[in-house]
């Protein structure tokens, strides 16, 4: 079993930037994919970034390429997203999540955090 915790979330204006956490424990973490998703009221929820175990492979949503980028340091079971130029309608909940492959569907992923808000004010 694998726990997930994600950090940073917050109110930020918009053209700013948040860095979010998400720190694993349990099973190795090393061993899995990890994926960035979002939920915002009212809507499903979206993939936003995946990184592969070793970190040299990455994918992101085309609303979020060029502005986020996600990381990961498994000395540390830590995955990072780093989001630049935030807009209102990143506003959202994000969730980290571990699963065998680097793949934007959700229910690819077996394990997921509680989420971190975060609200980009216009």
């Known amino acids: 079993q694998a726990q997930l915790v994600e950090s940073g979330g917050g109110l930020v204006q918009a053209g700013g930037s948040l860095r979010l956490s998400c720190a694993a424990s349990g099973r190795i973490f090393s061993l899995y994919a990890m994926g960035w998703f979002r939920q915002a009221p009212g809507k499903e929820r979206e993939f936003v970034a995946t990184?592969?175990?070793?970190?040299?492979?990455?994918t992101y949503a085309d609303s979020v390429k060029g502005r986020f980028t996600i990381s990961r340091d498994n000395a540390k079971n830590t995955v990072y997203l780093q989001m630049n130029s935030l807009k209102p309608e990143d506003t959202a909940v994000y969730y980290c999540?571990?699963?065998?492959?680097?793949?934007?569907?959700?229910?690819?992923?077996?394990?997921w955090g509680q989420g971190t808000q975060v609200t980009v004010s216009s």
């Open positions: 990184i592969n175990w070793n970190g040299d492979r990455t």
């Open positions: 999540a571990a699963g065998p492959g680097p793949t934007t569907a959700p229910s690819s992923y077996n394990y």
